[in-house]
Protein backbone atom coordinates (compact mmCIF):
# COMPACT_ATOMS: atom_id res chain seq x y z
CA UNK A 1 0.00 0.00 0.00
CA UNK A 2 1.20 3.77 -0.71
CA UNK A 3 0.39 6.02 2.49
CA UNK A 4 0.30 9.34 2.93
CA UNK A 5 -0.04 11.19 6.70
CA UNK A 6 -1.01 14.81 6.47
CA UNK A 7 1.57 16.89 9.12
CA UNK A 8 5.00 18.08 10.62
CA UNK A 9 4.65 17.13 14.11
CA UNK A 10 5.67 14.82 17.03
CA UNK A 11 2.48 13.22 15.98
CA UNK A 12 2.97 12.74 12.71
CA UNK A 13 6.33 11.30 12.91
CA UNK A 14 4.93 8.64 15.43
CA UNK A 15 2.21 7.77 13.02
CA UNK A 16 5.35 7.42 10.18
CA UNK A 17 7.23 5.18 12.76
CA UNK A 18 4.25 3.14 13.19
CA UNK A 19 3.28 2.36 10.30
CA UNK A 20 6.47 1.66 8.75
CA UNK A 21 6.68 -1.50 10.68
CA UNK A 22 4.03 -2.64 8.46
CA UNK A 23 4.98 -5.85 6.00
CA UNK A 24 1.86 -4.38 3.81
CA UNK A 25 4.02 -0.85 3.51
CA UNK A 26 4.96 -0.50 -0.15
CA UNK A 27 5.77 3.24 -0.08
CA UNK A 28 5.14 6.03 3.01
CA UNK A 29 4.82 9.53 2.48
CA UNK A 30 4.16 12.74 5.01
CA UNK A 31 3.01 16.22 3.80
CA UNK A 32 4.86 18.64 4.91
CA UNK A 33 6.95 16.11 7.16
CA UNK A 34 10.12 17.05 9.44
CA UNK A 35 13.67 15.71 9.95
CA UNK A 36 12.34 13.15 11.61
CA UNK A 37 9.78 11.62 9.55
CA UNK A 38 12.36 12.13 6.42
CA UNK A 39 14.38 9.15 7.75
CA UNK A 40 11.95 6.67 7.13
CA UNK A 41 9.46 7.73 4.41
CA UNK A 42 9.65 10.64 1.60
CA UNK A 43 8.45 14.15 2.55
CA UNK A 44 6.44 15.97 0.33
CA UNK A 45 6.49 19.77 0.66
CA UNK A 46 3.21 20.84 0.53
CA UNK A 47 0.85 22.40 3.09
CA UNK A 48 -1.45 20.11 4.89
CA UNK A 49 -4.57 22.28 4.54
CA UNK A 50 -4.08 23.02 0.96
CA UNK A 51 -6.21 20.51 -0.57
CA UNK A 52 -5.75 20.64 -4.31
CA UNK A 53 -1.48 19.99 -3.75
CA UNK A 54 -2.76 17.07 -1.12
CA UNK A 55 -5.21 15.86 -4.59
CA UNK A 56 -2.33 16.44 -6.84
CA UNK A 57 -0.01 13.88 -4.56
CA UNK A 58 -2.58 11.59 -4.00
CA UNK A 59 -3.18 11.27 -7.71
CA UNK A 60 0.84 11.14 -8.80
CA UNK A 61 1.75 9.05 -6.18
CA UNK A 62 -1.26 6.50 -6.08
CA UNK A 63 -1.86 7.11 -2.75
CA UNK A 64 -4.46 4.15 -0.85
CA UNK A 65 -4.81 5.93 1.88
CA UNK A 66 -4.95 9.16 3.85
CA UNK A 67 -4.23 9.62 6.98
CA UNK A 68 -5.23 13.29 8.99
CA UNK A 69 -2.73 14.12 12.02
CA UNK A 70 -3.49 17.93 13.05
CA UNK A 71 -7.20 18.84 13.37
CA UNK A 72 -7.03 21.88 10.93
CA UNK A 73 -7.53 20.22 7.78
CA UNK A 74 -10.23 18.21 9.33
CA UNK A 75 -12.45 21.23 10.55
CA UNK A 76 -11.46 22.86 6.90
CA UNK A 77 -13.19 19.61 5.35
CA UNK A 78 -10.21 17.76 3.89
CA UNK A 79 -12.18 14.45 4.27
CA UNK A 80 -15.47 16.39 2.56
CA UNK A 81 -13.69 17.67 -0.51
CA UNK A 82 -11.92 13.97 -0.83
CA UNK A 83 -15.95 12.27 -0.99
CA UNK A 84 -17.02 15.14 -2.97
CA UNK A 85 -14.09 14.82 -5.68
CA UNK A 86 -14.32 12.05 -8.18
CA UNK A 87 -11.06 11.19 -8.80
CA UNK A 88 -10.37 10.74 -4.84
CA UNK A 89 -13.74 9.83 -3.66
CA UNK A 90 -12.70 5.59 -3.36
CA UNK A 91 -9.81 7.23 -1.30
CA UNK A 92 -10.40 6.65 2.64
CA UNK A 93 -9.63 9.30 4.64
CA UNK A 94 -8.57 8.67 8.24
CA UNK A 95 -10.48 11.62 9.67
CA UNK A 96 -14.01 12.86 10.55
CA UNK A 97 -15.55 14.72 8.12
CA UNK A 98 -16.83 18.45 8.47
CA UNK A 99 -19.51 17.93 10.66
CA UNK A 100 -17.75 15.30 13.26
CA UNK A 101 -14.40 17.86 13.21
CA UNK A 102 -17.10 20.44 14.80
CA UNK A 103 -16.31 18.68 17.74
CA UNK A 104 -13.22 20.23 17.95
CA UNK A 105 -13.80 23.11 16.01
CA UNK A 106 -16.87 24.33 18.56
CA UNK A 107 -17.17 24.13 22.19
CA UNK A 108 -20.25 25.03 22.08
CA UNK A 109 -21.23 22.30 19.34
CA UNK A 110 -19.66 19.73 21.83
CA UNK A 111 -21.05 20.67 24.85
CA UNK A 112 -24.84 20.25 22.89
CA UNK A 113 -23.98 17.26 21.95
CA UNK A 114 -22.91 15.68 25.41
CA UNK A 115 -26.04 17.45 27.10
CA UNK A 116 -28.18 15.70 24.11
CA UNK A 117 -26.60 12.17 24.33
CA UNK A 118 -26.21 12.04 28.42
CA UNK A 119 -22.25 12.59 28.61
CA UNK A 120 -21.18 13.76 31.82
CA UNK A 121 -19.49 17.11 31.91
CA UNK A 122 -19.41 20.21 33.43
CA UNK A 123 -22.13 23.30 33.53
CA UNK A 124 -22.03 25.96 31.14
CA UNK A 125 -23.39 28.47 28.92
CA UNK A 126 -22.06 30.43 25.90
CA UNK A 127 -22.08 34.31 25.17
CA UNK A 128 -21.26 36.56 22.05
CA UNK A 129 -20.37 39.96 22.43
CA UNK A 130 -24.15 40.81 22.22
CA UNK A 131 -24.61 38.84 25.65
CA UNK A 132 -21.60 40.29 27.29
CA UNK A 133 -23.26 41.46 30.25
CA UNK A 134 -25.34 38.72 30.89
CA UNK A 135 -21.51 36.38 30.66
CA UNK A 136 -20.59 38.85 33.61
CA UNK A 137 -23.82 37.79 35.58
CA UNK A 138 -23.18 33.81 34.80
CA UNK A 139 -19.59 34.42 36.26
CA UNK A 140 -21.93 35.88 39.31
CA UNK A 141 -23.71 32.74 39.68
CA UNK A 142 -20.47 30.75 39.94
CA UNK A 143 -17.83 30.00 42.45
CA UNK A 144 -14.09 30.81 41.53
CA UNK A 145 -11.96 29.64 39.95
CA UNK A 146 -13.79 30.73 36.62
CA UNK A 147 -13.11 28.63 32.91
CA UNK A 148 -13.80 30.55 29.83
CA UNK A 149 -12.85 28.56 26.72
CA UNK A 150 -12.80 30.38 23.10
CA UNK A 151 -15.21 28.72 21.01
CA UNK A 152 -13.07 28.05 17.99
CA UNK A 153 -9.56 26.32 17.18
CA UNK A 154 -7.19 28.62 18.90
CA UNK A 155 -3.91 26.87 18.50
CA UNK A 156 -4.37 24.96 22.82
CA UNK A 157 -4.10 28.70 23.82
CA UNK A 158 -7.82 29.65 24.19
CA UNK A 159 -8.88 28.41 27.87
CA UNK A 160 -8.31 30.70 30.83
CA UNK A 161 -8.36 29.49 33.97
CA UNK A 162 -9.19 32.52 36.34
CA UNK A 163 -9.65 33.13 40.28
CA UNK A 164 -10.48 36.62 40.38
CA UNK A 165 -13.75 37.28 39.04
CA UNK A 166 -13.25 41.06 38.02
CA UNK A 167 -9.95 39.66 36.39
CA UNK A 168 -12.74 36.78 34.48
CA UNK A 169 -15.06 39.23 33.73
CA UNK A 170 -12.51 41.65 32.18
CA UNK A 171 -11.14 38.45 30.38
CA UNK A 172 -14.26 37.66 28.88
CA UNK A 173 -15.01 41.53 27.44
CA UNK A 174 -11.19 41.20 25.91
CA UNK A 175 -11.95 37.33 24.73
CA UNK A 176 -15.65 38.97 22.73
CA UNK A 177 -15.13 42.41 22.42
CA UNK A 178 -11.64 42.84 21.52
CA UNK A 179 -11.23 39.65 19.67
CA UNK A 180 -8.34 38.01 22.10
CA UNK A 181 -7.92 35.21 20.11
CA UNK A 182 -9.57 36.62 16.72
CA UNK A 183 -12.70 34.22 15.12
CA UNK A 184 -12.18 31.62 17.63
CA UNK A 185 -13.29 33.88 20.60
CA UNK A 186 -16.23 35.44 18.62
CA UNK A 187 -18.21 32.84 20.92
CA UNK A 188 -17.14 32.12 24.19
CA UNK A 189 -18.18 29.49 26.78
CA UNK A 190 -17.75 29.29 30.28
CA UNK A 191 -18.16 26.55 32.92
CA UNK A 192 -17.81 25.02 35.82
CA UNK A 193 -14.66 24.75 37.00
CA UNK A 194 -14.58 20.25 38.23
CA UNK A 195 -11.62 20.30 40.86
CA UNK A 196 -10.22 16.66 39.89
CA UNK A 197 -6.80 15.48 37.70
CA UNK A 198 -7.25 15.12 33.98
CA UNK A 199 -6.09 12.08 31.52
CA UNK A 200 -6.63 11.45 28.01
CA UNK A 201 -8.64 8.44 26.58
CA UNK A 202 -8.44 7.91 22.94
CA UNK A 203 -10.75 5.51 20.96
CA UNK A 204 -10.31 4.72 17.27
CA UNK A 205 -13.92 4.10 15.43
CA UNK A 206 -15.36 3.28 12.15
CA UNK A 207 -18.60 4.54 13.21
CA UNK A 208 -20.06 2.01 14.58
CA UNK A 209 -17.47 -0.10 15.98
CA UNK A 210 -14.79 1.24 18.45
CA UNK A 211 -11.39 0.18 20.05
CA UNK A 212 -9.87 2.06 23.17
CA UNK A 213 -6.61 2.77 22.84
CA UNK A 214 -4.33 2.83 25.35
CA UNK A 215 -4.60 6.23 28.11
CA UNK A 216 -2.00 8.64 28.54
CA UNK A 217 -1.71 12.16 30.81
CA UNK A 218 0.30 14.60 29.28
CA UNK A 219 1.56 17.86 31.03
CA UNK A 220 0.74 21.04 29.33
CA UNK A 221 1.90 23.86 31.70
CA UNK A 222 5.52 25.08 30.79
CA UNK A 223 7.07 25.23 34.48
CA UNK A 224 7.33 22.79 36.70
CA UNK A 225 4.53 21.66 39.09
CA UNK A 226 1.97 22.98 36.44
CA UNK A 227 2.66 26.51 36.09
CA UNK A 228 3.80 29.13 33.57
CA UNK A 229 2.10 29.21 30.68
CA UNK A 230 -0.42 26.75 28.83
CA UNK A 231 2.09 24.89 26.17
CA UNK A 232 1.20 22.03 23.84
CA UNK A 233 2.65 19.56 25.85
CA UNK A 234 5.87 19.24 27.96
CA UNK A 235 5.52 15.33 28.08
CA UNK A 236 2.79 12.25 28.50
CA UNK A 237 2.70 8.93 30.68
CA UNK A 238 0.65 5.89 29.30
CA UNK A 239 -1.11 4.10 31.19
CA UNK A 240 -2.44 6.37 33.83
CA UNK A 241 -1.54 4.77 37.11
CA UNK A 242 -4.95 5.63 38.93
CA UNK A 243 -7.15 4.29 35.74
CA UNK A 244 -8.24 0.90 37.25
CA UNK A 245 -10.17 -1.48 35.43
CA UNK A 246 -13.27 -0.22 37.42
CA UNK A 247 -12.60 3.45 35.89
CA UNK A 248 -12.35 2.23 32.96
CA UNK A 249 -15.51 0.32 32.49
CA UNK A 250 -16.98 3.64 34.01
CA UNK A 251 -15.56 5.62 31.42
CA UNK A 252 -16.35 3.17 28.66
CA UNK A 253 -20.21 2.72 29.77
CA UNK A 254 -20.70 6.23 30.18
CA UNK A 255 -18.91 8.17 27.85
CA UNK A 256 -17.30 6.15 25.13
CA UNK A 257 -20.21 4.00 24.39
CA UNK A 258 -22.66 6.82 24.24
CA UNK A 259 -20.55 9.36 22.42
CA UNK A 260 -20.12 6.73 19.43
CA UNK A 261 -23.95 5.81 19.78
CA UNK A 262 -24.58 9.92 19.73
CA UNK A 263 -22.81 9.87 16.33
CA UNK A 264 -24.76 7.43 14.99
CA UNK A 265 -28.21 8.81 16.64
CA UNK A 266 -27.29 12.64 14.65
CA UNK A 267 -26.20 11.10 11.88
CA UNK A 268 -22.48 12.10 12.08
CA UNK A 269 -20.50 10.03 9.74
CA UNK A 270 -17.02 9.42 11.69
CA UNK A 271 -13.92 7.27 10.69
CA UNK A 272 -11.61 8.60 12.72
CA UNK A 273 -9.74 8.70 16.40
CA UNK A 274 -11.81 10.85 18.98
CA UNK A 275 -9.56 12.23 21.46
CA UNK A 276 -11.66 12.55 24.94
CA UNK A 277 -10.21 14.94 27.57
CA UNK A 278 -11.39 13.58 30.89
CA UNK A 279 -11.35 14.56 34.43
CA UNK A 280 -11.70 12.37 37.40
CA UNK A 281 -13.45 14.11 40.40
CA UNK A 282 -13.74 11.98 43.03
CA UNK A 283 -13.94 8.53 41.39
CA UNK A 284 -16.53 9.59 38.77
CA UNK A 285 -15.26 10.69 34.97
CA UNK A 286 -15.97 13.97 33.29
CA UNK A 287 -15.57 14.82 29.94
CA UNK A 288 -13.59 18.43 29.51
CA UNK A 289 -13.57 18.18 25.92
CA UNK A 290 -13.32 16.00 23.03
CA UNK A 291 -10.70 16.31 20.14
CA UNK A 292 -10.88 14.90 16.67
CA UNK A 293 -7.66 13.78 16.04
CA UNK A 294 -4.75 11.87 18.04
CA UNK A 295 -3.13 14.48 21.14
CA UNK A 296 0.92 15.31 20.69
CA UNK A 297 2.46 14.56 22.88
CA UNK A 298 0.35 11.96 23.44
CA UNK A 299 0.84 10.01 20.43
CA UNK A 300 4.27 9.44 21.44
CA UNK A 301 3.51 7.46 24.38
CA UNK A 302 0.17 5.39 23.05
CA UNK A 303 1.44 4.41 19.82
CA UNK A 304 4.64 2.42 21.27
CA UNK A 305 2.39 0.61 23.52
CA UNK A 306 0.09 -0.53 20.70
CA UNK A 307 1.42 -4.25 19.59
CA UNK A 308 -1.51 -4.51 16.63
CA UNK A 309 -0.50 -3.67 12.84
CA UNK A 310 -1.66 0.10 12.52
CA UNK A 311 -2.02 -0.63 9.17
CA UNK A 312 -4.71 -3.48 9.28
CA UNK A 313 -6.24 -0.96 12.04
CA UNK A 314 -6.66 2.07 9.91
CA UNK A 315 -7.68 0.26 6.95
CA UNK A 316 -10.38 -1.49 9.29
CA UNK A 317 -11.57 2.14 10.11
CA UNK A 318 -11.64 2.93 6.46
CA UNK A 319 -14.03 0.05 5.38
CA UNK A 320 -16.08 0.05 8.43
CA UNK A 321 -14.51 -3.71 9.84
CA UNK A 322 -13.09 -2.63 13.10
CA UNK A 323 -14.97 -5.35 14.82
CA UNK A 324 -12.98 -7.86 12.80
CA UNK A 325 -9.04 -6.65 13.64
CA UNK A 326 -7.37 -7.55 16.51
CA UNK A 327 -6.35 -5.37 19.04
CA UNK A 328 -3.39 -5.85 21.67
CA UNK A 329 -1.41 -3.75 24.30
CA UNK A 330 2.17 -3.75 25.42
CA UNK A 331 1.88 -4.24 29.33
CA UNK A 332 5.01 -2.09 29.59
CA UNK A 333 4.75 2.01 30.85
CA UNK A 334 5.51 4.44 28.10
CA UNK A 335 6.54 7.91 28.68
CA UNK A 336 7.97 11.15 27.11
CA UNK A 337 9.90 14.21 27.11
CA UNK A 338 9.53 17.19 25.25
CA UNK A 339 12.27 19.10 24.16
CA UNK A 340 11.53 22.97 23.75
CA UNK A 341 12.94 26.33 22.02
CA UNK A 342 14.05 28.74 24.59
CA UNK A 343 11.21 31.49 25.31
CA UNK A 344 8.12 28.88 23.77
CA UNK A 345 5.43 28.80 24.74
CA UNK A 346 5.81 33.00 24.01
CA UNK A 347 8.72 34.42 21.34
CA UNK A 348 11.61 32.19 20.60
CA UNK A 349 14.01 31.69 18.10
CA UNK A 350 14.32 29.05 14.93
CA UNK A 351 17.25 27.47 13.12
CA UNK A 352 18.71 26.41 15.82
CA UNK A 353 21.30 23.09 15.13
CA UNK A 354 20.72 20.32 17.09
CA UNK A 355 23.01 17.24 18.00
CA UNK A 356 23.88 14.46 20.01
CA UNK A 357 20.67 12.11 18.57
CA UNK A 358 23.13 9.16 17.61
CA UNK A 359 24.32 9.19 21.28
CA UNK A 360 20.84 8.28 22.76
CA UNK A 361 20.32 4.25 23.35
CA UNK A 362 17.35 2.48 24.53
CA UNK A 363 14.85 5.34 23.89
CA UNK A 364 12.71 6.54 20.98
CA UNK A 365 12.99 9.93 19.69
CA UNK A 366 10.17 11.75 17.73
CA UNK A 367 10.93 15.04 15.93
CA UNK A 368 8.38 17.85 16.53
CA UNK A 369 9.45 21.23 15.12
CA UNK A 370 12.49 20.09 12.84
CA UNK A 371 13.57 20.41 9.46
CA UNK A 372 16.72 19.42 7.46
CA UNK A 373 18.99 21.85 5.89
CA UNK A 374 22.52 20.98 4.33
CA UNK A 375 22.27 17.86 5.87
CA UNK A 376 21.59 19.19 9.35
CA UNK A 377 18.63 18.83 11.61
CA UNK A 378 17.42 22.24 12.96
CA UNK A 379 14.86 23.57 14.68
CA UNK A 380 11.82 25.08 13.31
CA UNK A 381 9.20 24.91 16.38
CA UNK A 382 8.22 26.00 19.67
CA UNK A 383 8.03 21.92 20.96
CA UNK A 384 11.28 20.33 18.81
CA UNK A 385 12.32 16.62 19.71
CA UNK A 386 10.57 14.12 22.28
CA UNK A 387 12.61 11.17 23.50
CA UNK A 388 9.84 8.70 24.39
CA UNK A 389 10.85 5.26 26.41
CA UNK A 390 9.73 1.67 27.78
CA UNK A 391 9.77 0.79 31.56
CA UNK A 392 7.90 -1.30 34.19
CA UNK A 393 6.44 1.43 35.74
CA UNK A 394 6.46 5.17 34.70
CA UNK A 395 9.52 5.67 37.08
CA UNK A 396 11.76 4.00 35.26
CA UNK A 397 10.36 4.84 31.77
CA UNK A 398 11.18 8.69 33.03
CA UNK A 399 14.74 7.67 34.35
CA UNK A 400 16.00 6.26 30.72
CA UNK A 401 13.75 9.02 29.04
CA UNK A 402 15.80 12.02 31.28
CA UNK A 403 19.03 9.93 30.46
CA UNK A 404 18.82 10.21 27.18
CA UNK A 405 17.44 14.04 26.60
CA UNK A 406 20.62 15.10 28.66
CA UNK A 407 22.68 13.92 25.36
CA UNK A 408 20.78 15.94 22.90
CA UNK A 409 21.36 19.64 22.41
CA UNK A 410 20.91 23.11 20.80
CA UNK A 411 21.20 26.59 21.94
CA UNK A 412 18.49 27.60 24.55
CA UNK A 413 16.95 23.94 25.12
CA UNK A 414 14.75 23.46 27.94
CA UNK A 415 12.65 20.26 29.33
CA UNK A 416 10.28 19.78 32.31
CA UNK A 417 11.85 17.74 35.16
CA UNK A 418 9.21 16.77 36.85
CA UNK A 419 7.32 14.88 34.28
CA UNK A 420 4.80 12.16 36.22
CA UNK A 421 5.34 14.81 39.29
CA UNK A 422 1.61 14.36 40.86
CA UNK A 423 1.21 10.33 39.75
Same mark, same amino acid.
Given at each position: ????????????????????????????????????????????????????????????????????????????? #?? &?????? *?? !????? =?????? %?? +??????????????????????????????? #?? &?????? *?? !????? =?????? %?? +?????????????????????????????????????????????? =???????????????????????????????????????????????????????????????????????????????????????????????????????????????????????????????????????????????????????????????????????????????????????????????????????????????????????????????
Amino acid at each position: MNILVLGSGGREHTFTWKLAQSDKIENLYVAPGNAGTAKIATNIAIDAADFEAVKEQVISKSIDLVVVGPEDPLVKG #VH &DFFLAD *EA !LKSVP =VIGPQK %LG +ATLEGSKEFAKEFMKRHKVPTAAYESFTKDT #VA &DGHKFL *ES !LTAPY =VLKADG %LA +AGKGVLILNDLDEAKAELSNMLVDAKFGDASSKVVIEEFLDGIELS =VFVLTDGKNYKILPTAKDYKRIGEGDTGLNTGGMGAVSPVPFANDEFMQKIEDRIVKPTVEGLQKDNIPYKGFIFIGLIKVGNEPLVIEYNVRMGDPETEVVFPRIKSDLVDLLVATGNGTLDQVSFEIDKRTATTVMAVSGGYPEAYEKGKEITGEENIEDSLVFHAGTILKDEKVLTSGGRVIAVTSYGSDFKEALKKSYQNIEKLHFDKMYYRKDIGFDL
